[in-house]
């Protein structure tokens, strides 16, 4: 399919591979859905199968110009995240949210780094550098599943707020282990590596707070729908440019700044609005995540990076229990909150290219292949289990979804007569 694109303009190339894209979603969630698999899964198949290890209907060049896309469904996620973060919520939560999130961040990362180290006997630094990762959590495509089967409850808000919580452990997580990396390669720690991450991390929880302030003044009642998303998106768009000028992740800041907007204004119609403007981003950004797979990378990984798949979820899992028993959560959240905290991609594979600058050429390369692997075999098998866990707790009910099927084309018809 190469040697259509090359008398094309870039323009033109592009608007084509959009379209490719776009359409290849489609038709594989015809076939997942028929599955009763997530759309998210459906997503990454699509983008495996016209991608650069398959059919390479997108030019790898254009491909690795894509990025932005990233940037901007994280974003919207992360922004559609703050919404959980209301005051009565936290209020309820408290502190137990924070145990939790901090059980099964910590117990999948020290899990992994000692098992790596003891099946494998790697290097200290690499084992603690995958331990640290193993920390990191998505929440694109659980947000997608949620918003698939319009899972609700005690039992979502919880998942939520521990996934967003979970990329702040993980980024002080990384920075511990950078600084204790530096530190067997200089002989000293350096301030400066603890210190920095979380103040550049810091400006933009500031930025993202200013965002929501300025985001609730201007959307004062008279404002029309049409300029309420554009004064909405044009402020995300804004703070994801800033995140990346300051070269950290946009989840933080576009999450806070989500948050304090719905804590001034209690405004949920935008994010319903929102909500209805993202299917296409989500969609290239999933399949997208499945194009850039390289399927011979899996290999490379081999046993390594299929036991750093398989430690990972374990230390999710036993995580989320003990700290649930620990803090008395309910059952349905001790038993299947570990099946939805599966996914990892955008923070993970951020911080392999980090990881990759500070290892030995070697090791380094192997961190970033099995964290790239990883991460889409994750993204794979996450959403259908992150479906399992909202049947499993009671947030979505079974019976609900097949009555509203079987009987909402005589709600159309009565809505039309």
């Known amino acids: 399919m190469t040697f259509l694109y090359e008398g094309m303009e870039e323009s033109t190339a592009v608007l084509c591979s959009l379209s490719i894209i776009l359409f290849a979603g489609f038709l594989v969630t015809r076939l997942t859905k028929k599955l009763r698999l997530p759309n998210v899964t459906g997503y990454i198949m699509a983008g495996v199968l016209i991608g650069p290890c398959c059919l390479k209907l997108v030019p790898k060049g254009l491909l690795e110009h894509m990025g932005f896309i990233s940037d901007i469904a994280l974003a919207f996620i992360a922004f559609g995240v703050?919404?959980?973060?209301?005051?009565?919520?936290?209020?309820?939560?408290?502190?137990?949210?924070?145990?939790?999130?901090?059980?099964?961040?910590?117990?999948?990362?020290?899990?992994?780094?000692?098992?790596?180290?003891?099946?494998?006997?790697?290097?200290?630094?690499?084992?603690?550098?995958?331990?640290?990762?193993?920390?990191?959590?998505?929440?694109?495509?659980?947000?997608?599943?949620?918003?698939?089967?319009?899972?609700?409850?005690?039992?979502?808000?919880?998942?939520?707020?521990?996934?967003?919580?979970?990329?702040?452990?993980?980024?002080?997580?990384?920075?511990?282990?950078?600084?204790?990396?530096?530190?067997?390669?200089?002989?000293?720690?350096?301030?400066?590596?603890?210190?920095?991450?979380?103040?550049?991390?810091?400006?933009?929880?500031?930025?993202?707070?200013?965002g929501g302030l300025l985001l609730s003044k201007l959307l004062t009642p008279d404002r029309s729908k049409d300029n309420r998303l554009i004064l909405s998106v044009a402020l995300l768009l804004a703070l994801s440019g800033f995140c990346g000028l300051l070269g950290v992740s946009p989840l933080l800041s576009c999450m806070v700044f989500g948050a304090v907007y719905m804590n001034l204004t209690d405004d949920r119609k935008l994010f319903k609005q929102i909500n209805r403007f993202t299917p296409p981003i989500m969609s290239m950004f999933f399949i997208i995540s499945g194009m850039n797979l390289d399927l011979g990378a899996i290999a490379t990984a081999g046993v390594i990076g299929l036991s750093y798949f398989l430690i990972r979820i374990a230390g999710k899992y036993a995580g989320v229990y003990l700290g649930c028993a620990v803090t008395g959560m309910p059952v349905n959240i001790k038993k299947y909150m570990g099946l939805a905290l599966i996914p990892q991609a955008g923070?993970?594979?951020?911080?392999?290219?980090?990881?990759?600058?500070?290892?030995?050429?070697?090791?380094g390369d192997l961190l970033l292949t099995i964290i790239l692997a990883s991460s889409v075999l994750y993204e794979l098998v996450g959403p259908a289990c992150a479906k399992a866990s909202f049947f499993l707790s009671g947030a979505v009910k079974r019976e609900v979804i097949e009555s509203a099927k079987r009987y909402q084309p005589d709600r159309l018809k009565e809505r039309a007569g």
């Open 82 to 210: 703050g919404k959980f973060f209301k005051r009565e919520i936290l209020r309820e939560a408290g502190i137990k949210v924070v145990v939790v999130t901090l059980f099964e961040a910590l117990t999948a990362g020290i899990l992994v780094a000692l098992s790596m180290k003891a099946m494998f006997g790697i290097d200290w630094n690499f084992a603690l550098m995958l331990g640290a990762i193993a920390t990191a959590t998505a929440p694109a495509s659980t947000m997608m599943t949620i918003h698939q089967y319009h899972a609700k409850g005690e039992y979502v808000n919880t998942l939520l707020q521990v996934v967003a919580l979970d990329d702040v452990v993980c980024l002080l997580a990384f920075s511990i282990v950078v600084a204790v990396v530096n530190a067997g390669r200089d002989g000293q720690i350096s301030v400066h590596d603890v210190i920095m991450p979380f103040a550049v991390n810091g400006v933009g929880i500031l930025l993202g707070g200013a």
């Open 347 to 363: 923070v993970a594979i951020g911080l392999a290219f980090l990881g990759q600058r500070l290892l030995p050429p070697e090791i």
